[in-house]
């Protein structure tokens, strides 16, 4: 066999091997909490339903809880209502919710690194050696458990995984021909915009953060072009901005502009709020928080930064071009970061960023540390690049082998829900400290109502049995 296919088989056994892990992690998680209310949806998720574009909300001007996410929402329960009771047709109600929960999250992951290899390598065909090497670069920087609290893109709670990573998937999916036709010049294809042109509505209703983010990378892109043809005349630079920002990204900017209007009609945590100058004075905090609670963070900032310095100091072809990309991706985080506060207060995210809120910015964090050291390992020679092939590996390695956790994180939960399928009791206690789809005790067997006809609706039990944690 010869050294490139001996390399590619490699490859894919080694990304093979991590989306299997990954996989087996994902079934080993516990569900958290926020699914009973949506599953079944509960008073004020039907509000949601019955005003996806949220116009009576404005029209009556009452507030209620997330008008601005219903295909999120709506996603996430169509696809907990079907997919478990089909998923028994092959295994036990317990496992098809498992199972399910583990489907949705994997897919999720794949998609992210295969939207991301696509824009690091610039290649058209996923089996192609560019193609596997800008994605073993980044797919260990995927974090199951390791350093997730920090880096994390798929959440370990389901209901979360629905309603940041997959619109953040689906964003990714938006912007990539755009982001190739820029980074690559590749052209874009008709028969694109059939499938994208939904996604312009559909993005900016799917919570909160992707407005924001539609509007500013909008705003970017079209001031990069704009800027970059200003000489050629005002005619010339309207004419230079691509047909796809026209017909996608705008038409998405205004949606998003409409979602944000919305969200002012958001009754989530009112009672709970804080000043907003309480709030930005908590964001420093947050930040620090987020770069340095663990070695993830700051490792993959240090590779960047002598990613950064190689290019300098080698004077290689795209380094220019990273600098630029670089620039941008620096004032998209620092503008972003600024407006978080304008977003509200959460009582689970006292200073305000949080992995969750600070989810694109490690995308776009991950995407430069992946093109850059793609094109380090492209275009560096001699004992240079063995030193620095050797550094990637041991990186690698590292974010590799601190993702080992998970196995067994369900176990109390699933032996509950066993617990109940055998019960003969109306009402059963369950131990203290086990989380039965929640991220807390649960004292009193009567808050148990919606999750257990939840439970029941999966075919888990045979009828509503109500339980309670031991004190």
Known sequence: MTKPKTSRVLIILFLLADFTFSFIQYYNTPLYGDIQGSVLPEKQVQKIFDDPLGFKVINAGERHSNPNRFFAQY???KYFQKVPIWLQNFVSPISSVYLASAIAKIFVQITFIFSL???????????SITFLRSAV???????????????????????????????????MLLLLPILRHILYNKSFKIIHYPFLIPFTIILP????????????????ILTDFMFSNSKNGFKNMIQSIPLPLYLLLIPASLWSVYSLFL???DSNYQSETISLYERFSRLPKGVYSQIFHSLGFPLMLSIIGLNMYLFKKEKLNDAKKMQQLLK???????????????????????????????????????????ITTFLLLKNLTGNLKK???????VVILTFTFSDYKGIGKNKCERAAFEKMATSDEDIISIPKDCFVMSWQNNFDYKQSEKRAETIHFWN????????????
């Open 263 to 265: 969200g002012f009609f």
């Open 460 to 471: 888990i039990t045979n009828r509503k049995i109500l339980f309670y944690n031991e004190q």
């Open 387 to 393: 030193r620095y092939s050797f550094l990637i590996v």
């Open 328 to 370: 941008w991706i620096g004032i998209f985080a620092l503008v972003y970061i600024l407006l978080l506060p304008f977003g509200g207060y959460r009582p689970y995210r006292p200073y305000i960023v949080r992995y969750d809120t600070f989810m694109p910015v490690n995308v776009s964090l991950i995407f430069f540390f992946g």
């Open 205 to 220: 209703l799917s919570g909160p953060l992707i407005p924001a983010i539609i509007i500013l990378l909008t705003f970017f």
């Open 75 to 77: 996603l996430f329960t």
């Open 137 to 171: 670069i980044v797919t260990p920087l995927f974090q199951v458990y390791g350093y997730w609290s920090r880096m994390g893109i798929v959440d370990q709670s389901i209901a979360y995984t629905f309603f940041y990573a997959v619109p953040l998937v689906l964003l």
């Open 117 to 127: 290899s696509l824009l690091i390598s610039g290649a058209n065909n996923p089996l």
